[in-house]
């Protein structure tokens, strides 16, 4: 979605967990916990994916998308499915969206993204994209790595 702003990557954390899960370090309990919301969100809500769980590989991660904002008021925290974050953008100022991916088969879960929508962010898009326009630069803007932020549904 080009509205997207703040896109926050958690892939390096992934690739540690991982790691660590490969060497022993943590057990397949410890990061194969997804809860039954969880996984109901993934069988109602999921985006499916061809990426094979990096756990079991018996199944292919669906990923799940989480929207937080006070304008979503009582459906803050909720699960959406994809094609309905394009709308929710139009008619909000500002939301932020946290993708999850999960597999159905062991549980695993892990925090892959987060990013705001919003019309705010397609407003602030257009600048950049002029200011980008001016100074020639091109592609999307990531931040990587920084926020510490954990995943709610873990723990
Ligand atoms: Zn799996």
Not at 23 to 48: M, Q, W
């Amino acid at each position: 979605m080009r509205t997207q702003r703040q896109v926050v990557d958690y892939s390096l954390q992934k690739r540690v967990l991982l790691r660590d899960l490969h060497n022993g370090k943590i057990g397949t309990l410890e990061v194969c916990d997804a809860s039954p919301y969880l996984k109901n969100a993934a069988r109602f809500h999921g985006e499916p994916t061809d990426d094979r769980c990096p756990v079991c590989r018996r199944d292919n991660l669906t990923l799940v998308h989480y929207i937080y904002g006070d304008e979503l008021k009582q459906s803050a925290g909720q699960a959406r499915k994809l094609a309905e974050l394009p709308v929710l953008a139009t008619a909000l100022r500002e939301f932020q969206v946290f993708v999850v991916e999960v597999c159905q088969s062991c549980a695993w879960n892990h925090l892959t993204e987060q990013y705001l929508l919003g019309r705010d962010a397609l407003q602030s898009d257009e600048l950049t994209r002029s200011a980008a326009f001016a100074a020639s630069a091109s592609g999307r803007h990531h931040e990587t790595g920084s926020s510490s932020r954990h995943w709610e549904g873990r723990q």
